[in-house]
């Protein structure tokens, strides 16, 4: 038996699913779209239930995909699911009108439904009461009053529920006009006639292909109907025109006729059952907002608790990233002592633990980021912080909702696409997450870091409070900023032209945050990235091993390594390394230029050459797909310091920043690297695309390749564009 969730926005929704599910949920998308899919289980009475927690929604008036999504679920026409056996509406007792309007739809569902009278507590602060017998009387279904967050009269709610699947039901009252409901029937026919040609549309779909004056329905659902041909469904669309010019001329136009019967409704249940004060009391969430919505105030407050959550993330991310790493770095160790060299060594100790390990080793980032983000969304804060940023993303076509994802990407673009599902609007939806990867995350840092110190002076200005290599650093960052504005603007103007839509967002009460809501949406999120990017991050790296690790002649590159140490020129270049690892580190740089890779690197090499790259940096652009910091430590193996370069280490920063100081281009004593050179490579990573997990979140929620390929396209596109400037303007200026 199945019972479907449906509620508002910041209701409680949420809560009450994980109060009532525990751990037995899981999450995921439904067939062909990206909405979300909440599923969980529960025993009520003796009864197993499965719960599917919907999107948030103020209506069921689809006007997106998204919200098509929901509609066909309640129907029972998404693929891979059943129509619900009840519905449980959850409701806001502080703001009933509001919440009573998407009542009055779900009622119109031939299932039985219970109401969730949530935020009884709320109302009582407000000064609201609401009479629950009255109520239930008024609406014909049943009424249970609870506290979500409390898990107070969850009891009540469960045995409601079982109750409710098998009572009888009667179908309630329509809230329209005798006459629209005339028009309704007659189209329901006409459909089976023409259109649909035998096949029974569900009345709630006709009446509402009857209110859809933006024409999304009427398109989804003819679309749909395959067995009509053109004739037929040009006759329906004049039947829907000529009913909707009737009603218009009988004093009831479209869409206006549906507030004004549902809200004509929701008053007369609400006369009698809710008893309001005289005037509006001031509460605690009043108060605060008058300091946390304040256009100065509130917007210094703001960057000041993302400047620390930002921060936050680093420091604490720091000590379980360490033992990740070193637990991986262990494995490794311990599987290379334990197996004879060769290919099957290399492939688990190179690719398939280093491949796991370097995706794994960003989750305590993504764990404390959707720690902060939960935190901040079950209190209220999220809904001020949206409101705030709104004017300054509207300038670029978006509203305030994508501020949090794009920020969220500075630590990681893999959470802040995956939070970009926040945004109800697809336009602004997509045009997030595909700018969301230009902010500089984490894993460019180590890029940052080596270039800036071998290369950009560490000039002094304002009395050394500031470096010219903090300030380059600075400048990669706001780099991403800008470029990401610059496409968004381009992308709302093509892709996804539209006015913006008016920023309308409801700020609810603040409360103390619920452990468990927030647990599982860490817990979730945690397992989502584990899940979606390791698989495919993984398998990369196992491929891109294998590029590195074939051909493979040890004997001939081990006495061409012996002959080459007999060449003072080459001693004097490894001075850095230990004589005993010499000859091994010219071994691996060997195998490195005669691999798959390193030909491949050659290969472009005509192509990056513009940029003042040679095969070098090419074979490191290219082994740096799965994950962007990957290219300083092929870099390390090409330039004989050994593929255990540990880029949080001082020495080995300065020991590789001296080798590429060092470094000629082939045949000829020119240096390869220069400042022009280190920009160049600073700007190519700063807009490319060289991440396998974000492009497979990308895949997740666009439910598409057509949109991670289009990034990567474009993004790379960008990087190669911006490294030619940089690298032409400034060898100018040099």
Same mark, same amino acid.
């Given at each position: 038996?199945?019972?479907?969730?449906?509620?508002?926005?910041?209701?409680?929704?949420?809560?009450?699913?994980?109060? $009532?599910?525990?751990?037995?949920?899981?999450?995921?998308?439904?067939?062909?779209?990206?909405?979300?899919?909440?599923?969980?289980?529960?025993?009520?009475?003796?009864?197993?239930?499965? $719960?599917?927690?919907?999107?948030?929604?103020?209506?069921?008036?689809?006007?997106?995909?998204?919200?098509?999504?929901?509609?066909?679920?309640?129907?029972?026409?998404?693929?891979?699911?059943?129509?619900?056996?009840?519905?449980?509406?959850?409701?806001?007792?502080?703001?009933?009108?509001?919440?009573?309007?998407?009542?009055?739809?779900?009622?119109?569902?031939?299932? #039985?439904?219970?109401? =969730?009278?949530?935020?009884?507590?709320?109302?009582?602060?407000?000064?609201?009461?609401?009479?629950?017998?009255? $109520?239930?009387?008024?609406?014909?279904?049943?009424?249970?009053?609870?506290? *979500?967050?409390? !898990?107070?009269?969850?009891?009540?709610?469960?045995?409601?529920?079982? *109750?409710?699947?098998?009572?009888?039901?009667?179908?309630?009252?329509?809230?329209?006009?005798?006459?629209?409901?005339?028009?309704? %029937?007659? +189209?329901?026919?006409?459909?089976?006639?023409?259109?649909?040609?035998?096949? =029974?549309?569900?009345?709630?779909?006709?009446?509402?292909?009857?209110?859809?004056?933006?024409?999304?329905?009427? %398109?989804?659902?003819?679309?749909?109907?395959?067995?009509?041909?053109?004739?037929?469904?040009?006759?329906?669309?004049?039947?829907?025109?000529?009913?909707?010019?009737?009603?218009?001329?009988?004093?009831?136009?479209?869409?206006?006729?549906?507030?004004?019967?549902?809200?004509?409704?929701?008053?007369?249940?609400?006369?009698?059952?809710?008893?309001?004060? *005289?005037?509006?009391?001031?509460? +605690?969430?009043?108060?605060?907002?008058?300091?946390?919505?304040?256009?100065?105030?509130?917007?210094?407050?703001?960057? *000041?608790?993302?400047?620390?959550?930002?921060?936050?993330?680093?420091?604490?991310?720091?000590?379980?990233?360490?033992?990740?790493?070193?637990?991986?770095?262990?494995?490794?160790?311990?599987?290379?002592?334990?197996?004879?060299?060769? #290919?099957?060594?290399? +492939?688990?100790?190179?690719?398939?633990?280093?491949?796991?390990?370097?995706?794994?080793?960003?989750?305590?980032?993504?764990?404390?980021?959707?720690?902060?983000?939960?935190?901040?969304?079950?209190?209220?804060?999220?809904?001020?912080?949206?409101?705030?940023?709104? !004017?300054?993303?509207?300038?670029?076509?978006?509203?305030?909702?994508?501020?949090?994802?794009?920020?969220?990407?500075?630590?990681?673009?893999?959470?802040?696409?995956?939070?970009?599902?926040?945004?109800?609007?697809?336009?602004?939806?997509?045009?997030?997450?595909?700018?969301?990867?230009?902010?500089?995350?984490?894993?460019?840092?180590?890029?940052?870091?080596? +270039?800036?110190?071998?290369?950009?002076?560490?000039?002094?200005?304002?009395?050394?409070?500031?470096?010219?290599?903090?300030?380059?650093?600075?400048?990669?960052?706001?780099?991403?900023?800008?470029?990401?504005?610059?496409?968004?603007?381009?992308?709302?103007?093509?892709?996804?032209?539209?006015?913006?839509?008016?920023?309308?967002?409801?700020?609810?009460?603040?409360?103390?945050?619920?452990?468990?809501?927030?647990?599982?949406?860490?817990?979730?999120?945690?397992?989502?990235?584990?899940?979606?990017?390791?698989?495919?991050?993984?398998?990369?790296?196992?491929?891109?091993?294998?590029?590195?690790?074939?051909?493979?002649?040890?004997?001939?590159?081990? @006495?061409?390594?012996?002959?080459?140490?007999?060449?003072?020129?080459?001693?004097?270049?490894?001075?850095?390394?230990?004589?005993?690892?010499?000859?091994?580190?010219?071994?691996?740089?060997?195998?490195?230029?005669?691999?798959?890779?390193?030909?491949?690197?050659?290969?472009?090499?005509?192509?990056?050459?513009?940029?003042?790259?040679?095969?070098?940096?090419?074979?490191?652009?290219?082994?740096?797909?799965?994950?962007?910091?990957?290219?300083?430590?092929?870099?390390?193996?090409?330039?004989?310091?050994?593929?255990?370069?540990? /880029?949080?280490?001082?020495?080995?920063?300065?020991?590789?920043?001296?080798?590429?100081?060092?470094?000629?281009?082939?045949? %000829?004593?020119?240096?390869?690297?220069?400042?022009?050179?280190?920009?160049?490579?600073?700007?190519?990573?700063?807009?490319? =695309?060289?991440?396998?997990?974000?492009?497979?979140?990308?895949?997740?929620?666009?439910?598409?390749?057509?949109?991670?390929?289009?990034?990567?396209?474009?993004?790379? @596109?960008?990087?190669?564009?911006?490294? /030619?400037?940089?690298?032409?303007?400034?060898?100018?200026?040099?």
């Amino acid at each position: 038996m199945t019972v479907a969730l449906v509620g508002n926005p910041n209701t409680g929704k949420s809560t009450l699913f994980n109060a $009532l599910c525990g751990v037995r949920q899981r999450v995921g998308n439904y067939p062909g779209v990206t909405v979300e899919k909440k599923v969980g289980h529960a025993t009520f009475s003796g009864r197993d239930l499965e $719960l599917i927690d919907l999107p948030g929604t103020y209506s069921l008036a689809p006007h997106s995909p998204d919200e098509m999504v929901t509609v066909d679920v309640l129907l029972g026409r998404q693929a891979g699911t059943h129509p619900p056996h009840a519905i449980l509406a959850i409701v806001d007792a502080s703001n009933l009108e509001r919440n009573l309007y998407l009542v009055s739809q779900l009622l119109e569902f031939d299932r #039985p439904v219970v109401v =969730a009278l949530n935020m009884m507590d709320v109302a009582a602060e407000r000064g609201v009461e609401v009479d629950v017998e009255a $109520l239930q009387k008024r609406l014909g279904t049943t009424v249970i009053p609870i506290q *979500a967050h409390r !898990k107070v009269g969850l009891t009540e709610l469960e045995a409601a529920l079982v *109750a409710s699947l098998d009572a009888p039901r009667e179908a309630p009252a329509s809230p329209f006009p005798q006459e629209f409901c005339q028009e309704v %029937t007659t +189209l329901a026919d006409a459909w089976e006639t023409t259109v649909g040609i035998g096949d =029974a549309t569900p009345r709630f779909l006709v009446e509402r292909l009857l209110l859809d004056s933006g024409g999304y329905l009427e %398109t989804h659902l003819l679309e749909e109907s395959v067995n009509a041909d053109e004739a037929a469904i040009a006759s329906f669309r004049d039947q829907l025109t000529t009913a909707r010019e009737r009603l218009a001329a009988g004093g009831m136009p479209v869409p206006a006729i549906e507030a004004m019967s549902r809200y004509a409704w929701v008053g007369e249940v609400t006369s009698a059952a809710v008893k309001r004060p *005289a005037s509006r009391q001031v509460t +605690l969430s009043d108060r605060i907002d008058r300091i946390l919505t304040h256009r100065l105030l509130g917007t210094l407050i703001f960057a *000041a608790l993302m400047l620390t959550v930002f921060m936050t993330i680093f420091t604490w991310a720091g000590v379980p990233m360490d033992l990740i790493d070193e637990g991986f770095a262990a494995a490794g160790e311990m599987v290379s002592s334990r197996m004879a060299e060769g #290919p099957l060594q290399s +492939l688990i100790a190179d690719g398939v633990i280093a491949g796991v390990g370097g995706v794994v080793i960003f989750l305590p980032q993504i764990l404390i980021l959707f720690f902060f983000i939960a935190v901040l969304e079950d209190c209220g804060y999220m809904a001020r912080a949206a409101y705030l940023m709104d !004017k300054l993303m509207s300038r670029v076509g978006l509203s305030g909702k994508s501020f949090i994802p794009m920020l969220s990407s500075f630590a990681c673009a893999v959470p802040g696409i995956m939070s970009a599902r926040v945004i109800e609007n697809r336009r602004d939806r997509m045009t997030t997450i595909l700018v969301a990867p230009l902010m500089s995350c984490s894993a460019r840092l180590p890029v940052y870091l080596i +270039l800036v110190s071998a290369f950009i002076p560490a000039t002094p200005y304002l009395g050394g409070f500031l470096t010219l290599q903090v300030l380059t650093i600075a400048a990669m960052y706001l780099l991403g900023i800008v470029v990401a504005a610059v496409v968004a603007f381009i992308l709302k103007k093509t892709f996804f032209r539209g006015e913006t839509p008016p920023f309308v967002m409801e700020l609810p009460s603040y409360k103390v945050p619920s452990f468990t809501t927030v647990f599982f949406r860490v817990v979730d999120r945690g397992w989502a990235f584990i899940r979606r990017a390791g698989t495919i991050i993984f398998a990369v790296s196992v491929i891109i091993w294998a590029l590195m690790y074939f051909p493979r002649n040890d004997e001939a590159i081990s @006495a061409q390594a012996t002959e080459m140490l007999k060449d003072p020129a080459v001693v004097t270049r490894m001075a850095d390394v230990p004589e005993e690892d010499r000859q091994a580190n010219l071994e691996s740089s060997l195998h490195q230029r005669q691999s798959i890779l390193g030909q491949a690197g050659q290969v472009i090499e005509p192509v990056v050459r513009p940029l003042g790259w040679d095969w070098r940096i090419g074979s490191a652009a290219i082994a740096s797909f799965p994950a962007r910091e990957v290219v300083m430590g092929v870099l390390g193996v090409i330039y004989n310091l050994g593929e255990d370069l540990d /880029l949080g280490d001082k020495g080995d920063q300065t020991r590789l920043g001296a080798q590429l100081q060092a470094a000629t281009w082939d045949g %000829t004593d020119d240096p390869v690297y220069n400042v022009p050179v280190a920009l160049s490579l600073m700007v190519f990573f700063a807009l490319c =695309a060289q991440c396998a997990a974000t492009l497979a979140v990308l895949k997740r929620e666009t439910n598409s390749w057509r949109w991670p390929i289009f990034s990567f396209v474009y993004m790379t @596109a960008l990087a190669y564009v911006g490294a /030619l400037i940089t690298y032409q303007v400034g060898m100018l200026l040099v």
